[in-house]
Nanobody, 119 residues
Framework: QVQLVESGGGLAQPGGSLRLSCAAS????????MGWFRQAPGKQRELVAS???????NYADSVKGRFTISRDRVKNPVYLQMHSLNPGDPAVYYC?????????????WGQGTQVTVSS
């Protein structure tokens, strides 16, 4: 089993920055992919960014060039560095972990952290 806890959410001004952190614990050696999703009120949850064990990253078009996903290879945390925040970014952000195998896919989710953008 894997446990994920997000932190770092809060209030930022338009054009400002925030860094989200995801602390992972449990059987993390089995995880192939880590990611960040977000869900705004009235909208479906969407993938923001992901990173594989090999270091490959993927981003939603709306955040390319503004957000960066990274992981600490010494410790467990996964980060989402957000710059140039705009009114399209406020949402609850969720950390995710995924184990991919030929027979089964395992998904794990954090509790979420709120990001608000306001002047």
């Amino acid at each position: 089993q894997v446990q994920l806890v997000e932190s770092g959410g809060g209030l930022a001004q338009p054009g400002g920055s925030l860094r989200l952190s995801c602390a992972a614990s449990g059987t993390i050696v089995l995880i192939n992919v880590m990611g960040w999703f977000r869900q705004a009120p009235g909208k479906q949850r969407e993938l923001v960014a992901s990173i594989t064990t090999g270091g490959s990253t993927n981003y939603a078009d709306s955040v390319k060039g503004r957000f960066t996903i990274s992981r600490d290879r010494v410790k467990n945390p996964v980060y989402l560095q957000m710059h140039s925040l705009n009114p399209g970014d406020p949402a609850v952000y969720y950390c995710s972990a995924h184990r991919l195998s030929p027979t089964k896919i395992y998904d794990y989710w954090g509790q979420g952290t709120q990001v608000t953008v306001s002047s």
